[in-house]
């Protein structure tokens, strides 16, 4: 759809302050046969909207944003749910019911709102425990079983308290861990891009620096590491592809690598953002929260950067992956004291360091935590070597990208620090 925005009319406008106006975040009524516009208070709800979702705070109505619109119109209830193929059933009323059967301990991963095979299957097995037939379906008797029944979970949230175990019962070493690293941008979008003198800084050249770099530092501790994209893909990649990537490789982590860009020079710093969302829906992810925390903490005490903070998104790389995933927005590219950082080798090392302590620490049992800061990266590889008895060499043999392309843009930028 085309972006929809203040002054806009039409029937796009009439039915998003309509759904606005239903969810109470809109309360600027008009009648029916009042040509609708798009006026300040419907971009006040939109922003207010936005914000309680984990959307980018715009004011404007993309295709994201409409996607959330959409899917807060239906409450738990109000259709018939099951798994429909190719496009599955997404809302509001799909992640209630998620929540429900993850209260009453049944496994199908995270309450993302979408109503994929999994959720199918822990419906169906509720079903057949009430005595309903197992069809998947969601309907009118499977709701009035959902109503009667209590919660089976108790003392935390039984999602967090698996994956938590799941975690612990890897063990702590880093060694055949599996782990995917997104480069932001690339495939002829560069993303963020600003001039230098007779340079050009563009946040896909660094984003891919600080990706290699990083990949060899977590195949050097023994993971198993992959790239979402090279120096120069041939074709841009959807976040649902890179998500689908990520899925389709078993993947225990994922991170994501960006630069942030404001038409204010002073805004300068990093934040961290993992899948969720604030408002009456509540924060729906879990371990991400943990690493987003994790990574950010790491980051903030290693590279001295200004502090902006974890926050939950539903940006579809965070909510379509089933593992914890974040994503880092290293600095401003448009800070002059954040891109004199970013343009410097070291720097860049640092920020590395950083993301790897923070993934080490995802293992390590909370109990056994140590202080942000205190983990000797470079030790990393030996320790978890003695403990599993495996080789670096046999964990470099894993990684996916080609370590010509890596070194060819590290000199590039490095030419340039």
């Not at 994201?64 to 190719?86: F, K, N, Y």
């Amino acid at each position: 759809m085309h972006v929809v925005r203040r002054g806009d009319r039409g029937a796009a406008v009439v039915e998003i302050r309509a759904i606005l106006t239903t969810l109470a975040v809109l309360h600027d009524r008009i009648p029916p046969d009042v040509d609708a516009v798009y006026d300040a208070p419907v971009e006040r709800a939109v922003r207010a909207f936005q914000q309680a979702r984990g959307l980018t705070v715009t004011g404007e109505v993309n295709e994201e944003t409409w996607r959330a619109i959409d899917a807060a119109r239906w409450a738990l209830g109000s259709r018939v749910l099951s798994h429909e193929q190719p496009e599955a059933l997404f809302g509001d009323d799909v992640r209630q019911l998620q929540e429900r059967l993850l209260e009453m301990g049944y496994d199908l991963g995270r309450a993302d709102g979408i109503f994929g095979r999994r959720t199918a299957k822990a419906l169906a097995n509720f079903q057949r425990e009430v005595g309903l037939v197992p069809d998947g379906v969601c309907g009118p008797h499977t709701m009035t079983a959902l109503r009667r029944l209590g919660r089976k979970v108790v003392g935390g949230r039984p999602n967090l308290l698996r994956e938590t175990e799941r975690f612990r019962a890897a063990g702590p070493a880093l060694v055949d861990k599996r782990i995917v690293i997104d480069p932001g941008h690339g495939g002829g979008d560069p993303g963020v891009s600003v001039p230098d003198g007779p340079l050009r800084w563009t946040e896909a050249d660094i984003a891919y620096d600080l990706a290699a770099r990083l990949e060899g530092r977590l195949a050097a501790a023994g993971m198993r590491v992959h790239l979402t994209r090279g120096p120069s893909p041939s074709e841009r990649q959807s976040e649902s592809d890179r998500a689908s990537l990520a899925n389709e490789l078993g993947a225990d982590l994922l991170i994501s690598i960006h630069l942030d860009g404001h038409a204010s020079p002073s805004a300068s710093g990093v934040a961290t953002y993992h899948y969720g969302q604030y408002g009456d829906a509540g924060v729906t992810s879990t371990l991400g929260e943990r690493l987003a925390a994790l990574v950010q903490r790491e980051m903030v005490v290693r590279t001295g950067m200004r502090d902006c903070r974890t926050h939950a998104k539903t940006w579809d790389l965070l909510r379509l992956t089933r593992m914890p995933a974040v994503r880092v927005e290293v600095g401003y590219l448009t800070s002059r004291e954040d891109r004199n950082r970013l343009v410097d080798p070291l720097f860049r090392d640092r920020a590395v360091e950083a993301i790897v302590a923070a993934v080490k620490r995802m293992y390590l049992p909370i109990e056994s935590d140590v202080t942000t800061g205190s983990i000797d990266v470079d030790s990393l590889r030996s320790s978890d070597a003695d403990e599993t008895g495996a080789t670096v060499g046999a964990a470099l043999a894993h990684t996916d990208v080609d370590p010509v392309g890596g070194r060819a843009i590290r000199a590039n930028l490095i030419a340039h620090g």
